[in-house]
């Protein structure tokens, strides 16, 4: 099973909202990754956890603030966003170990986020 | 920097007929993965195939075959008897893995849209 499962499928917000994005995995993976895709171009990398500690913040704005509460889990909380962070927010986890199919990650379906 | 070039913007086959994608890639690293990621128009990034660079043989996976060459850092993809569910972006991927250089960042080349004509 090779499943990452992301909720909301949609998301519409104001800029003065808040909210979450949230990210699934049951594969034992201890690597997971945010990143944000513009139509026709490929994701760009915003944020790395291994071992539920943050690897790399790819100089990302701090609206954006990233969560791990646990291996399994990964949260993306959203406030004053910008209309230009509309996009495809991508999850995406791996096992975190070296070497081998271990560095194979899979991604969700995505949320795909409207700002207003 | 390591980089990921895809010189391909769009490609189109017939049904049943092969086609090869290309990927070239730059990296100092002697140890590394590459990967094929298919897109389609429901936006699911999805896994084709892989290959790591410590292995010789050409990764293969059904339909789908690679021409990995190291020395000249090329990566294609090949599909044999193309599907119209085949039509897609197509992405290249590179990455040290979690514990190299770059510490599991994915490096995307730009795409190849892939339209399968019936």
């Known amino acids: 099973d090779t499943e990452v499962t992301q909720t909301p499928k949609h998301l519409v917000m104001g800029m003065t909202n808040k909210k979450s994005l949230k990210c699934e995995q049951h594969?034992?993976?201890?690597?997971m990754y945010w990143y944000k895709q513009k139509a026709k171009k490929p994701p760009e990398l915003m944020f790395v956890?291994?071992?539920?500690?943050?690897?790399i913040n790819e100089s990302v704005p701090s609206r954006f603030s990233p969560e791990c509460p646990n291996s399994s889990l990964l949260n993306l909380h959203l406030h004053a966003l910008q209309p230009e962070d509309s996009a495809l927010y991508l999850c995406a986890s791996s096992q975190g170990f070296a070497s081998g199919e271990q560095e194979t990650q899979y991604f969700g379906p995505g949320t795909r986020l409207l700002v207003l | 920097a390591q980089t990921v070039t895809q010189s391909q913007p769009e490609m189109s086959v017939q049904e049943a007929e092969t086609v090869t994608l290309s990927c070239t890639y730059d990296t100092s690293e002697s140890n590394y993965y590459l990967f094929w990621y298919k897109q389609p128009p429901s936006r699911q990034m999805i896994l084709v195939i892989r290959?790591?660079?410590?292995?010789?043989q050409n990764a293969t996976e059904n339909r789908f075959s690679v021409n990995f060459q190291k020395a000249a850092k090329s990566f294609s993809l090949k599909i044999s008897d193309s599907q119209l569910g085949d039509t897609a972006m197509y992405f290249c991927?590179?990455?040290?893995?979690?514990?190299?250089?770059?510490?599991?960042?994915?490096?995307f080349g730009k795409g190849t849209k892939l339209s399968v004509k019936p």
């Open positions: 290959q790591e660079a410590y292995k010789q």
């Open positions: 991927a590179f990455t040290n893995g979690i514990y190299g250089g770059s510490q599991g960042n994915l490096i």
């Open positions: 956890y291994s071992y539920e500690k943050l690897s």
């Open positions: 594969m034992g993976h201890r690597a």
